[in-house]
């Protein structure tokens, strides 16, 4: 693997993700083809089509896009900080403490976009912060350790988020659902996770290097002159704050943080330099397609589209386990 | 590094007969320990270590299973903090030189090797390039050339391709040694370099390292269990005892039976073939 390759790469995948995006425009009950899709898209066509694709389907795709960028993003750095293959974004509780601050606000009344994301944010970085807290306890900093903290933090907030669901009146449980399940048609700005996504494939790609190291074990990456402590402290933080910003953005989306890594570490090996960027990529355009199917399969009626993201997952998934058994035993 | 390699004979120097200028004996010297302390969980592994290693010199640590020769090794990496006294590696301390700076001077081989993600061969080895890259570098075709002399040097040139987790304990040895090749540092420090690897390999990397020290400059640390090994590729050992006890000195005299005996809590004695000395354990009948 060379530089140039990897950037070839990387652009056939980006000219992968331009197209599931021009599909999510184009597609719906409301069908455009590529050409209209354009001259909506740049303000020139018909009033209906420019409300449709730059009103309601754009800022839902690019969400879909942003969110399913970070999460296979976060996914990829939680398996280099564990150095497990089958770690995933939410295995550290992230996403539990966003369904429980989300789920508050739902129960006291919260409807506001704004009002949901910014409980969800606090949820999740709650969970951060406590299982980080709980982690770091006497000032050792273990993989088993981290690990057993997050799995426990997320299990309590199963057990809150159940608790809430069993008390919650009947009117709102269906919103509440459709909050746990992942769904991109709560996404307000896409924004603000568009951006966060930016940010954080830049500064993981600052590190990519030492990541490699990092995989390969703590003890070697520090001969190599890696700075350990801090690499792990800077993957930890920038996975949680990707994992966040993602469910905060679609709620709980699964899947997606597990399989796409893992569906690129299979395609392309195991260089950072390349997974994480092909993983951004892959996801969002991953999660994009899997969007406009929730909302067309079975139109009017719409899906969430972690349920979709799971159902098409799990599959690949045991398939890939099958095929491949030797390739990623931890 | 040409004007300052010490000929292949020079000897280490102890605390008692350092009274030289300081000058010449920072320049000497690719590693010196000064009344270095080093202890794990509350027991002392070295204390009062005083030591300067020069390039072309080999040293071997000997002493029982759990009495701390890899935290010794990891406190001369500068990878752990030793409990008392000061290191120098090329004259500079680990702090002075930062975690990079210490990679293009110093490797390190790690007693296990741990392959949680899938890779070939080569781009393991290639990992050795890590300390000799600027941030946005790829290993160039240079890097990989080296990547591949060195799979050559260890006997692994046809497995370049192969998947780290298809190889065998003996093979990925090979691998984490030829890793260590490729980062190229002057002073190797082996834990267990012999783990794992059948007879002909054993003493084809003691060749390996010994030549990298005599033709090379750089300067050697191997913790060995293999006594006869350690005599033959060793200028100097350092026997630990436990509880902070050490002994260090010119391999011909340290490694000795009764000091072997002593240090292992088994008979030895010796057998002798002309010039050579064969340390052997004495069995029940």
Redesign the interface.
């Known amino acids: 693997m060379n530089r140039s390759r990897a950037l070839l790469i990387l652009g056939l995948l980006a000219v992968a993700a331009a197209l599931s995006l021009l599909l999510a425009l184009a597609a719906g009950s409301v069908a455009l083809r590529p050409g209209e899709v354009w001259l909506a898209l740049t303000g020139r066509g018909e009033g209906m089509a420019i409300e449709v694709v730059r009103g309601l389907r754009l800022p839902r795709a690019l969400a879909a896009f942003a969110c399913g960028g970070l999460l296979a993003l976060a996914g990829a750095l939680m398996q280099v900080l564990l150095r497990n293959p089958l770690a995933d974004p939410y295995v550290l509780g992230i996403s539990g403490g966003a369904a429980v601050g989300a789920l508050a606000a739902m129960m006291l009344g919260v409807s506001a976009n704004f009002g949901l994301e910014a409980a969800a944010f606090t949820g999740a970085l709650a969970a951060m912060w406590l299982v980080f807290g709980l982690a770091r306890g006497d000032g050792s900093w273990t993989q088993t350790r981290l690990l057993l903290t997050g799995v426990i933090v997320a299990a309590g907030c199963g057990a809150a988020v159940a608790l809430m669901l069993s008390l919650a009146p009947e009117d709102r449980l269906r919103g509440m659902l459709f909050w746990l399940m992942g769904d991109a048609a709560q996404a307000g700005d896409p924004l603000p996770a568009l951006l966060t996504l930016a940010a954080g494939l830049a500064a993981a790609l600052y590190f990519a290097r030492e990541l490699n190291l990092l995989a390969r074990g703590p003890l070697l990456a520090a001969t190599l002159g890696a700075n350990v402590a801090r690499l792990r402290l800077l993957l930890y933080f920038l996975a949680s704050l990707l994992t966040a910003a993602a469910v905060t953005t679609v709620g709980s989306v699964g899947f997606i943080g597990l399989v796409v890594p893992h569906l690129v570490r299979l395609a392309l090996g195991n260089d950072q330099r390349l997974l994480l960027p092909a993983a951004a990529l892959a996801g969002g355009a991953l999660l994009t397609l899997a969007d406009t199917l929730a909302r067309s399969v079975i139109a009017p009626q719409q899906l969430p589209v972690g349920v979709l993201t799971a159902l098409i997952g799990v599959p690949v998934f045991l398939f890939l386990l099958a095929r491949a058994p030797r390739m990623d035993q931890a | 590094m040409s004007a300052n390699v010490a000929p292949a004979s020079s000897r280490l120097r102890y605390s008692d007969q350092t009274n030289e200028p300081a000058g010449s004996r920072r320049y000497s010297s690719l590693l010196t320990a000064h009344d270095l302390a080093v202890s794990i969980g509350g027991k002392t592994v070295v204390a009062g270590l005083n030591l300067a290693l020069h390039p072309g010199e080999r040293l071997a640590i000997l002493g029982r299973n759990g009495v701390g020769k890899t935290t010794l090794l990891h406190t001369l990496?500068g990878?752990a903090r030793p409990e008392a006294g000061a290191l120098e590696l090329d004259g500079h301390g680990y702090a002075a030189l930062g975690?990079?700076?210490?990679?293009?001077l110093?490797?390190?081989l790690?007693q296990h090797?741990?392959?949680?993600?899938?890779?070939?061969v080569l781009?393991?080895v290639l990992?050795?390039r890590?300390?000799h890259?600027s941030?946005w570098d790829?290993?160039s075709e240079a890097d990989e050339t080296l990547a591949r002399e060195a799979l050559a040097a260890v006997g692994l040139a046809d497995l370049a391709a192969r998947?780290i987790?298809?190889l065998s304990g003996g093979e990925r040895q090979r691998v984490a040694l030829a890793t260590l090749l490729v980062?190229a540092p002057r002073l190797y420090l082996l834990d267990e370099p012999l783990a794992h690897l059948d007879l002909n390999h054993q003493i084809a990397m003691l060749e390996l390292f010994s030549r990298r020290a005599r033709e090379g400059g750089a300067a050697l640390v191997m913790v060995l269990h293999d006594v006869n090994l350690a005599a033959r590729y060793s200028d100097q050992a350092l026997l630990l005892h436990g509880a902070g006890e050490h002994e260090l000195g010119d391999s011909e005299t340290a490694l000795d039976a009764a000091g072997l005996s002593r240090l292992y809590g088994h008979p030895l004695r010796v057998i002798r073939d002309g010039e050579r000395r064969w340390f052997v354990p004495k069995m029940p009948t």
């Open positions: 990496a990878l975690p990079r700076g210490a990679a293009r110093r490797g390190l790690p090797q741990g392959d949680a993600f899938s890779a070939s781009e393991t990992i050795g890590h300390p890259l941030r790829w290993e998947s987790h298809t980062q």
